[in-house]
């Protein structure tokens, strides 16, 4: 079946994303949006948009109910639900599945089998393919917990089972915390995912964070297409991305990529999707859990392979069959993707809400996935992401000059960015000899980084400064407005002349 007409069931930038996908297979689009989001990017770029009204996700993006009335009032023959909201929720994939609509993902049956994190290690264990020590079943009682604790060893990591976002986590250093984290944990999980079951993991020490992404078909063709390196992370979520991994050669691709496939092929999944693995320092690899979905740095691998995955995607939907096999799948040449999130690095990361007084995100040779306008209101009911931005070289070393080049032209005005913080990743040797896990940001980073980093560039931007002067190459600083707060100094423009060297 030829799908015509798609419902967008998200907003911001992976609305924005898929909507542009349909528009390039000459779909009709259907956008919904929330009364802030009323003259939002991605309402903006949809054939037609319904409101949906409400703030509060639960209100709006998670309204299953006035989602399906729109879908049929539109005549939209699929709902494609972006990442987050309602992509993994199988009540919602069951929903459409019995109202006739397709459903642009895996089946109810599929989300219910991976998209629980017990569920999905009971697969992974059933198949031999490595988990991280711990339990597969929720805990049960609290004596229970204190025992498997103690025969794995702390420190451990108590996890929501509905988990998802880095929320519903818990490090526990000794069993004196057991209790107490216990408590928290299932009261974190239950707010958070209306879920309370927790169970337990070892703690790896500095892990990698290394993911595969596959592409599955009704008939049972499951392809892998590489690995996505997402160790530099804040609270358990990614910030940057990148593809191939520094650390895996093609004896570990092809290991990572079959597990994946066969713990795919075993719960019949059938869609784009994600296996997640933690990679230790020996480079022993345990399969973390299964993302059923489009993920946020999908762009990375889409710049390797040449593939589109939302058009994957819908064509899966479809019905039709892969196009390619493995052997046809040669990725070629680095990506990186850097999340641009409304959030204040030197305040923990914390979110950072208020009106885009200026934004300008970069352009050229470069890939820039976003979802909002200048003028528009970050809010705090929904993610901070705000655009992503994603680079290409033939090395890494050149994903990462052209990142740096691109980043010294965002400019931001009105809330404060993770931009200086991804610059100060970029920059640093760690980073660029490969060396990273997801322990980067509390092992090199703290507030004064970024000053330290401030004031580094205040001293090449003084000696630029002053070599301008003089030779009056340039006549006014560009404003370049790299810190959110627009008081950025004018020293990258120099600097980009100098970079081809670092
Ligand atoms: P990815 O795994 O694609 O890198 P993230 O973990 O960054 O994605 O999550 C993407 C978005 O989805 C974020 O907005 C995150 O808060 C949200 N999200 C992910 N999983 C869940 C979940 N189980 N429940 C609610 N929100 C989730
Ligand atoms: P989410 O559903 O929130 O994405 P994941 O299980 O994928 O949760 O874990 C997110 C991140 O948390 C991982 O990338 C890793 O940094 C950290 N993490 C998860 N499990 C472990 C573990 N057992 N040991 C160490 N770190 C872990
Ligand atoms: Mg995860």
Redo the contacts with the bound molecule.
């Keep these: 079946m030829k799908i015509k007409k798609i419902l967008v069931a998200n907003r911001g930038e992976i609305a924005v994303r898929v909507l542009r996908t349909c528009r390039e297979l000459g779909i009709r689009t259907v956008a919904v949006y929330s009364d802030p989001d009323r003259n939002s990017l991605h309402v903006s770029l949809a054939d037609e948009a319904y409101s949906l009204g409400g703030s509060k996700p639960a209100e709006s993006y998670l309204n299953q109910e006035k989602l399906l009335n729109i879908v049929k009032q539109s005549g939209a023959q699929a709902v494609h639900p972006g990442?987050?909201?309602l992509?993994?929720n199988p009540s919602f994939a069951q929903m459409l599945e019995d109202s006739g609509i397709v459903f642009i993902g895996p089946t109810s049956a599929a989300i219910r089998a991976l998209g629980d994190k017990t569920a999905a290690r009971k697969v992974a264990q059933s198949l031999g393919v490595p988990t991280v020590a711990g339990t597969t079943e929720a805990l049960r009682s609290d004596e229970e917990s204190f025992r498997i604790a103690r025969q794995i060893g702390y420190p451990i990591l108590l996890k929501a089972a509905?988990?998802?976002?880095?929320?519903g986590m818990r490090m526990v250093e000794d069993e004196q915390h057991l209790q107490s984290s216990l408590e928290a944990a299932r009261s974190e999980a239950l707010s958070?995912?209306g879920d309370s079951r927790v169970y337990i993991e070892k703690y790896i020490k500095a892990p990698r964070h290394i993911e595969v992404q596959i592409l599955a078909d009704r008939f049972g063709n499951v392809v892998y297409l590489g690995e996505r390196e997402?160790s530099i992370q804040r609270r358990h979520?990614?910030i940057i991305e990148e593809t191939p991994s520094p650390v895996v050669d093609e004896d570990l691709r092809k290991r990572l990529g079959e597990s994946a496939i066969r713990i795919a092929l075993a719960a019949h999944y059938v869609n784009a999707g994600?296996l997640?693995f933690l990679v230790d320092a020996e480079r022993n690899f345990y399969f973390l859990e299964m993302?059923t979905?489009l993920?946020?740095?999908h762009p990375v691998t889409e710049m390797v392979t040449g593939l589109d995955l939302v058009r994957e995607q819908i064509a899966i939907a479809e019905g039709e069959p892969l196009h390619f096999r493995q052997t046809d799948i040669s990725p070629r040449g680095h990506a990186i993707e850097c999340r641009i999130c409304a959030e204040d690095p030197a305040h923990d990361f914390f979110p950072s809400t208020g009106t885009l007084l200026r934004y300008k995100p970069p352009q050229g040779r470069i890939r820039v996935d976003n979802g909002y306008n200048e003028g528009d209101t970050i809010s705090v009911f929904y993610?901070s992401?705000m655009s992503k931005v994603i680079s290409y070289g033939t090395t890494r070393c050149e994903a990462i000059s052209a990142m740096k080049r691109a980043l010294s032209e965002f400019e931001v005005e009105g809330v404060e960015t993770t931009i200086p913080f991804c610059q100060f990743v970029l920059d640093h040797p760690a980073f660029q000899s490969g060396a990273i896990d997801t322990t980067f940001i509390q092992r090199y980073f703290t507030p004064s980084s970024l000053q330290l980093h401030t004031e580094e560039e205040n001293v090449v931007a003084a000696i630029f400064g002053a070599f301008l002067a003089t030779s009056s190459r340039l006549s006014s600083p560009s404003s370049n407005g790299v810190r959110a707060s627009g008081t950025k100094s004018n020293w990258k423009l120099q600097r980009r002349e100098g970079m081809q060297g670092w």
């Design positions: 990442y987050g909201f992509s993994e509905a988990g998802g976002g880095g929320k958070a995912f997402c979520q990614k994600t997640e993302n979905r993920q946020v740095e993610d992401l």
